[in-house]
């Protein structure tokens, strides 16, 4: 069983996502919680206390003048530092379905989101609110007024909820990678660029520019029994789009929009002409060859 080490009294979020990673890496593993330096020493992975950072030595401290740092300059907390080495070893545990070429993709979303802000905040290069998740696992640390607290099992409290949040957000980036898998598939056959034709309702908004599909304009998706076609945005987060919708169509539905569009079964189209719909497949790639035609 791997023994693991940490400092005693008040904890933060770093440490117990550390603790987090390495169980969901390691499976079942004994966690000492100690600032002695002789116990600190028999532990095979020590984080967050020692002032050692070794990766070779699987010390993971980042409380040092020299402290580790990512290629942008931003501090590694013990939840980086561990991650970093630790992190595809978790994912894989966490999602055994997830294919091995797929791992790092996952491992540097998750790393660039709950991590990074776990580290940010841990270093004080981050606002704290209450509301920010950091703060929310800080708050399993007893007050002052809950003297008879174990602190031991505080942390584990905490560190389960770590633990979820973890394998929610892994399974996330998982489904993130997938979709993205899907939309590089559909755009690959894609008939004519411009027009991406995907058979299931997957998110394709991040893929679209994550595979720079400069020259895709709609996204034609499944949605329960109809289908709609997506105009795509000119850049990522944007409320406008490449080419909208056809002004004449805006807000037009059933029979109104069924003799604008000449499409037989077209259900709708958005006012703001971001999106249409028809209840098939064919009709809702007419109105995205007739929206390209028209633009």
Not at 46 to 52: A, E, K, N, R, S
Not at 72 to 89: F, K
Not at 150 to 167: C, G, H, I, T
Request: proline share 6%; aromatic share 8%.
């Amino acid at each position: 069983m791997l023994k693991v080490a940490t400092h005693a009294g008040t904890f933060h979020a770093d440490d117990v996502f550390a603790f987090a990673i390495l169980r969901a890496a390691a499976g079942p593993i004994e966690l000492t919680r100690s600032r002695d330096a002789a116990v600190l020493a028999d532990a095979d992975v020590v984080f967050d206390v020692g002032g050692v950072f070794d990766r070779a030595a699987r010390r993971y401290d980042h409380h040092m003048r020299d402290k580790p740092q990512r290629p942008s300059g931003e501090p590694y907390s013990s939840a980086g530092l561990v991650w970093r080495d630790y992190g595809e070893a978790a994912i894989r545990a966490l999602l055994p379905t997830a294919s091995p070429d797929s791992l790092g993709r996952i491992a540097a979303m998750v790393d660039g989101g709950l991590i990074r802000d776990v580290d940010l905040m841990d270093n004080g290069a981050m606002t704290p609110t209450p509301g920010h998740f950091s703060t929310v696992v800080e708050a399993f640390n007893a007050t002052f007024a809950e003297n008879d607290r174990d602190e031991n099992e505080a942390f584990m409290r905490a560190a389960d909820l770590a633990s979820a949040v973890l394998a929610r957000v892994c399974a996330r980036a998982h489904a993130a990678v997938l979709a993205e898998q899907g939309v590089a598939e559909a755009a690959a056959a894609a008939r004519d660029p411009r027009i991406i034709v995907l058979d299931r309702r997957i998110p394709w908004e991040d893929a679209v520019f994550d595979l720079d599909l400069a020259e895709a304009l709609y996204v034609v998706r499944p949605a329960g029994d109809a289908w709609t076609c997506s105009a795509v945005p000119p850049k990522r987060g944007s409320f406008e789009q490449r080419l909208p919708l056809p002004d004449p169509w805006g807000g037009l539905r059933d029979e109104a929009l069924v003799a604008a569009t000449g499409v037989a079964d077209a259900t709708f189209c958005h006012p703001a002409r971001f999106v249409c719909g028809a209840r098939s497949q064919a009709g809702a790639v007419a109105l995205a060859k007739a929206a390209v035609a028209a633009g």
